[in-house]
């Protein structure tokens, strides 16, 4: 089987453009290909994984344009029960188009991704989980989270830390956290596709939508929209999925959480001050952490300017935990 002169089937033309990429470079991807069997050149998987990329884009933009003008029917012949859209912003290195061979002024740039999934989940009278998952209460996971939402995976403050005692003598016995789907309340995934782009908000909302719409999210009986807090994924909540619950994800809540209870409690106290709060949060009483901090807030002072800001002041600190709970609360 032939796809479009390539000389490849469709299955081997996916695993090329797989390759090309998920691996660091495309010669990494042809040279993987060629241990497979594949004798491939660098410049030919660029070429066609740019090529499959730009269709792709394509396709995606032309879905969009359809919702605008009301023309798509869903994909699916039913409609799902539990539906989940997931939208995040990440960084990655950029250079510059058509300048010949090697990197050239190279940047980092933003990129926006958001899931889309299926799930299959009882419903509930209660929730079946009243705790925060075990991972969210222990010292040296969560500070290993906070350190690599920070990007800082590499710090080399972080070997200390695991080796550090834990507050409070928290004890963390080994393997103890369980994988989430393997809890029995945890709703299970059955399908997911995703959309990325490096557009701003105003445009990946569409985009988002369109992918709803075909999918035939808007007609789930059960909706929820989940966020990291940013100010632009409540816009795009409002303006595409308003009647989504909104949820902030509890990895960044936990970090922002964390970092605020170092910052306004001394070192013996951040950790109970820290429990208590990502506890209230999970129970649906954010309103009480607010007010919390709201009082740390009244003795620290306000922020200073954004010129006069260091990201490890504690006013600072704190005032982006809010900044992100206040946001949920207005979502």
Not at 88 to 94: A, F, I, K, N, S
Not at 108 to 119: I, P, Q, R, S
Not at 243 to 264: K, N, T
Request: one cysteine or more; a neutral charge.
């Amino acid at each position: 089987m032939r796809l479009d002169g390539h000389g490849y089937s469709p299955a081997l033309l996916q695993k090329i453009v797989t390759a090309g990429a998920r691996l660091h470079s495309f010669a990494d991807a042809a040279f993987a290909l060629g241990l497979g069997g594949l004798p491939i050149s660098a410049r030919h998987v660029q070429q066609l994984t740019q090529q499959v990329g730009t269709d792709l884009a394509r396709a995606r933009d032309e879905q969009a344009r359809q919702r605008w003008r009301r023309e798509p029917a869903p994909r699916v012949a039913n409609a799902p029960e539990v539906v989940a859209v997931e939208v995040d912003g990440g960084r990655l290195r950029t250079r510059a188009p058509d300048s010949g061979q090697g990197v050239h002024e190279a940047a980092n740039k933003e990129d926006k991704v958001a899931c889309l999934v299926t799930l299959a989940s009882a419903e509930r009278a209660e929730g079946p989980q009243p705790e925060p998952p075990p991972s969210f209460v222990q010292p040296r996971r969560i500070r290993r989270l906070v350190q690599q939402m920070a990007g800082q995976a590499s710090d080399p403050l972080a070997g200390a830390e695991e080796t550090a005692p834990n507050p409070e003598g928290a004890a963390e016995p080994a393997g103890s956290v369980p994988a989430p789907e393997a809890e029995p309340w945890s709703p299970r995934r059955l399908v997911r596709t995703c959309v990325a782009s490096m557009a701003r908000s105003q445009a990946f909302g569409p985009l988002m939508a369109a992918e709803a719409q075909g999918r035939g999210f808007y007609a789930a009986r059960r909706r929820a929209f989940v966020g990291d807090g940013q100010a632009y994924n409540w816009s795009i909540h409002r303006g595409y999925f308003p009647d989504f619950v909104p949820v902030v994800d509890l990895p960044h809540v936990a970090c922002y959480l964390f970092r605020a209870a170092q910052a306004v409690e001394a070192e013996a106290r951040h950790w109970p001050l820290y429990l208590r709060w990502p506890r209230s949060c999970w129970q649906g009483r954010a309103e009480e952490v607010v007010t919390q901090m709201e009082r740390y807030q009244e003795t620290l002072g306000p922020a200073p300017p954004g010129e006069e800001r260091v990201a490890t002041d504690p006013r600072v600190v704190l005032a982006e935990a809010l900044d992100r709970i206040h946001d949920r609360r207005g979502a």
